[in-house]
């Protein structure tokens, strides 16, 4: 074993530091004489490793048996976590302590099993100590600005170090920047530090001509998707057609340019094209997988294009499994989601009350359903109407307040949910039930950890318009609480000092941190406000039916006669005598003299109100009796009995 190791001691000094092929073949040699020799296994598992063969490596791990796998933690864990086993990699690496190596794999392994915040504090703590090797502080700069957008992607809400706008000296981290601040929803900001990632990326003298356009490809990718975010579709088309997804190496990079392209191209205009070509894109490899966030949008395009080429009943199958896994209520973004999908797919992507007549069963299915009920209530508003709009979610409300599982309360006040009830009664004027939902969400919000700003915010100032003193305490009470989180926030010192301007006077100093009034009314032109006027607000019905009440000292107006409209015809002449038959009807007329033989002869044996002629008698014209019928003779008769059909025989 000796000479073994010897021997390969030897090579190892002959054969320069990046050879790993050399090395590989050496180290093949010299197991050839020593299989279980440990220096060797583990010179071979590096040369692997350096290969980017890591499969192999995690093979020779294996023949190695415990030995091997103990003797070199870091390498194995590095391996696994190479391979996409993530979960073990990160056990592995986490067991291992004093050790820098490991302490970076079990932070990348973190990183790509979710876990921001894990990732984040150690990255933070390898930050702090002075330990670094090579170009390891800028790796752990760039790899805790990635977590930290991630961070903020994923909403996980731990964000261990916000980024400002300051200029990044690195592409790296101002791409994470950029990523970071556009998670937040600050898009401009995003595209001027991609801007800046991309300048940056170009005059980097640290990259190949390759490795520098497969980077700018990803920053590319990124300001496609924040442009058609801004709106300019236009600029976003341009840039995506400068890129191909076939030259990004990344196939998950790759899989979203090509979702991305789709989604804000305007050309798709055949759901059927685009359809085919989103579920043409190559797979995904484990070691590459999408994180959750970019695989549940992706999945949701997936439905939304599969219910535009009409394929209702898939949809519906799918997403109702997936609801069926998950549980309800839920303020998930993606389960809500698929619930709306699961109801546009019974509905047949109709709207109206087609619509709502299919969706309705359903939620008697699923009572708690948050994404369907919304459906719903947005479909009742689309139709104008609001009461039962009002009805559905207030109904939903009253659910969830009687469910007895503490989760079901956080969805009940959730600030979405909140400010939809609110919304609604704004639309139909009821202003104190506004305020009664606000307060009962404050109170619920107001001693728990996670509380929303946004709803303290709104139900502090509904409060403190009101004229009762225990409402003006419970403003107090909010703004104090958040003046206390964020002292910095200018919403929290403004509520604070107007809650407490009438208790306590010591407070007007927190004022002098709000912008002074003289700034903010200095663009304000008082003249042209007094000569425009004052604009009177819309009336009620209610009011306007008051505003046209006579008051009781007012005089009674005299009653307007109605003038008839004239019957005359178009064509009357008063120096004309009228008619004096035109009351009769048309046949009675003297004047009426019928069309045809038949109807002249049908006229002359009419003598009602007529003068009866000399020799004729009720008997008949001839005044002998009868039937009164003249008889055919001649020619006529003839013609008659010719015109006789013969009885067959």
């Known amino acids: 074993m000796a000479s073994g190791t010897q021997s390969l001691n030897v090579l190892l000094q002959r054969t320069s530091i990046d050879d790993h092929?050399?090395?590989?073949?050496?180290?093949?040699?010299?197991?050839?004489?020593?299989?279980?020799?440990?220096?060797?296994?583990?010179?071979?598992?590096?040369?692997?490793?350096?290969?980017?063969?890591?499969?192999?490596?995690?093979?020779?791990?294996?023949?190695?048996?415990?030995?091997?796998?103990?003797?070199?933690?870091?390498?194995?864990?590095?391996?696994?976590?190479?391979?996409?086993?993530f979960e073990e990699a990160k056990s592995i690496a986490g067991g291992i302590t004093n050790?820098?190596?490991?302490?970076?794999?079990?932070?990348?392994?973190?990183?790509?099993?979710?876990?921001?915040?894990?990732?984040?504090?150690l990255y933070k703590d390898l930050a702090q100590t002075n330990a670094s090797i090579g170009n390891e502080e800028n790796d752990i700069r760039i790899n805790s600005g990635a977590a930290d957008a991630q961070s903020d992607w994923s909403e996980q809400g731990y964000p261990i170090q916000k980024r400002t706008s300051s200029r990044e000296d690195l592409f790296e981290t101002a791409y994470n920047a950029a990523c970071a601040s556009i998670a937040r929803g600050d898009l401009v900001q995003g595209e001027f530090l991609l801007q800046r990632s991309r300048e940056l990326c170009n005059a980097s003298g640290?990259?190949?001509?390759?490795?520098?356009?497969?980077?700018?490809?990803?920053?590319?990718?990124?300001?496609?998707?924040?442009?058609?975010?801004?709106?300019?579709?236009?600029?976003?088309?341009?840039?995506?057609?400068?890129v191909a997804p076939k030259d990004i190496p990344d196939a998950s990079t790759q899989y979203i340019t090509q979702n991305n392209s789709i989604s804000a191209s305007a050309d798709f205009k055949n759901p059927y094209m685009?359809?085919?070509?989103?579920?043409?894109?190559?797979?995904?490899?484990?070691?590459?997988?999408?994180?959750?966030?970019?695989?549940?949008r992706i999945r949701e395009n997936a439905f939304i294009l599969d219910l535009l080429v009409s394929k209702y009943g898939g949809v519906a199958k799918s997403t109702s499994k997936i609801l069926t896994e998950q549980p309800h209520p839920t303020i998930s973004t993606h389960l809500n989601m698929i619930s709306m999908l699961n109801a546009a797919a019974h509905a047949q992507n109709r709207l109206g009350?087609?619509?709502?007549?299919?969706?309705?069963?359903?939620?008697?299915?699923?009572?708690?359903?948050?994404?369907?009920?919304?459906?719903?209530?947005?479909?009742?508003?689309?139709?104008?109407?609001?009461?039962?709009?009002?009805?559905?979610?207030?109904?939903?409300?009253?659910?969830?307040?009687?469910?007895t599982a503490s989760n079901h309360q956080d969805v009940r006040f959730a600030p979405g949910l909140v400010a939809t009830t609110v919304s609604?009664?704004?639309l139909q004027g009821r202003k104190n039930w506004v305020k009664t939902e606000l307060v009962k969400a404050a109170s619920y919000w107001r001693h728990r950890s996670k509380a929303?700003?946004?709803?303290?915010?709104?139900?502090?100032?509904?409060?403190?318009?009101?004229?009762?003193?225990?409402?003006?305490?419970?403003?107090?009470?909010?703004?104090?609480?958040?003046?206390?989180?964020?002292?910095n926030s200018r919403v929290a010192i403004a509520g604070y000092v107007a809650a407490h301007a009438l208790t306590s006077h010591?407070?007007?100093?927190?004022?002098?941190?709000?912008?002074?009034?003289?700034?903010?009314?200095?663009?304000?032109?008082?003249?042209?406000?007094?000569?425009?006027?004052?604009?009177?607000?819309?009336?009620?019905?209610?009011?306007q039916a008051a505003s046209r009440k006579r008051a009781l000292d007012e005089a009674p107006k005299p009653a307007k006669k109605r003038t008839r409209k004239s019957r005359l015809p178009r064509d009357y002449d008063v120096s004309k005598t009228p008619d004096p038959e035109r009351w009769l009807p048309l046949q009675e007329r003297s004047s009426y003299r019928p069309k045809g033989k038949k109807g002249r002869q049908k006229a002359a044996g009419l003598t009602q109100g007529g003068v009866e002629k000399e020799g004729e008698s009720a008997n008949g014209p001839s005044g002998k009796g009868g039937d009164g019928v003249i008889k055919a003779t001649g020619a006529a008769a003839a013609s008659k009995g010719k015109n006789r059909k013969k009885s067959k025989k």
Do not use: W
């Not at 490809?217 to 998707?225: G, H, K």
């Not at 070509?277 to 695989?295: C, E, G, K, N, W």
């Not at 002098?512 to 604009?535: C, H, M, N, W, Y």
């Open 424 to 426: 609604l009664y704004k």
């Open 506 to 543: 010591s407070v007007a100093d927190q004022a002098q941190a709000l912008t002074p009034t003289s700034r903010l009314v200095a663009s304000i032109d008082v003249l042209a406000l007094e000569k425009a006027g004052v604009p009177q607000p819309r009336l009620g019905a209610d009011a």
């Open 206 to 242: 640290d990259l190949t001509e390759g490795e520098k356009a497969a980077e700018l490809l990803s920053i590319q990718v990124q300001r496609i998707y924040v442009l058609s975010r801004l709106g300019k579709v236009i600029d976003a088309e341009r840039l995506a057609s400068q």
């Open 21 to 85: 092929e050399e090395i590989l073949k050496a180290c093949n040699v010299s197991l050839k004489q020593s299989k279980k020799d440990l220096r060797t296994l583990h010179a071979k598992i590096v040369a692997l490793l350096k290969l980017d063969r890591y499969e192999d490596a995690l093979r020779v791990l294996e023949e190695g048996g415990d030995s091997v796998k103990n003797e070199i933690p870091l390498e194995r864990s590095y391996a696994l976590y190479k391979n996409g086993q």
């Open 452 to 487: 929303p700003t946004s709803l303290l915010q709104a139900a502090g100032l509904v409060l403190l318009d009101s004229n009762k003193a225990k409402d003006q305490a419970v403003a107090r009470e909010i703004f104090a609480t958040l003046h206390e989180q964020d002292p």
């Open 353 to 403: 009350q087609f619509g709502i007549n299919h969706m309705v069963p359903l939620l008697e299915k699923r009572p708690l359903d948050v994404g369907l009920a919304m459906v719903i209530v947005q479909l009742y508003i689309l139709t104008n109407n609001h009461g039962a709009a009002v009805t559905v979610l207030e109904s939903l409300l009253k659910r969830l307040e009687a469910s």
């Open 99 to 121: 050790n820098r190596g490991t302490r970076h794999v079990e932070a990348q392994a973190s990183y790509r099993l979710e876990d921001f915040r894990q990732a984040s504090l």
């Open 274 to 296: 685009a359809h085919r070509l989103l579920h043409t894109s190559s797979s995904i490899p484990d070691t590459d997988r999408l994180f959750t966030y970019q695989s549940d």
